[in-house]
Nanobody, 117 residues
Framework: QVQFVESGGGLVPPGGPLRLSCVDSRTSTSAFRYFHMAWYRQAPGKECEWVAH???????NYADSMRGRVTISRDNDKNTLFLQMSSLKPTDTAVYYC????????WGQGTQVTVSL
């Protein structure tokens, strides 16, 4: 069973918004709320990088490259993590993944975000 199931990606024009979701299907609901959760991304030909993270009590932090353009949130009752993105740039094109922070060894399939005309 895949632990992390990401969704919401797609093709969006520059400047557009997109909302990503991720369900942690393996962690119990009672435990999920205590884990730090994060979004990561991997652009073509580049290493995976951290985008944002959120603590169990909703304290957030963002990578400088996306600060002010993204908002991370979570629904602890549904084991779900969100990433609301706006003002997207072509350089945001990547596969986006969610995971714990620090990341577990197993990753989901990710969701492809392509920013292009």
């Amino acid at each position: 069973q895949v632990q992390f199931v990401e969704s919401g990606g797609g093709l969006v024009p520059p400047g557009g918004p997109l909302r990503l979701s991720c369900v942690d299907s393996r962690t119990s609901t009672s435990a999920f709320r205590y884990f730090h959760m994060a979004w990561y991304r991997q652009a073509p030909g580049k290493e995976c990088e951290w985008v944002a993270h959120i603590s169990g009590d909703h304290v957030t932090n963002y990578a400088d490259s996306m600060r002010g353009r993204v908002t991370i949130s979570r629904d602890n009752d549904k084991n779900t993590l969100f990433l609301q993105m706006s003002s997207l740039k072509p350089t945001d094109t990547a596969v986006y993944y969610c995971n714990h922070l620090p990341a577990l060894r197993d990753w989901g399939q990710g969701t492809q975000v392509t920013v292009s005309l």
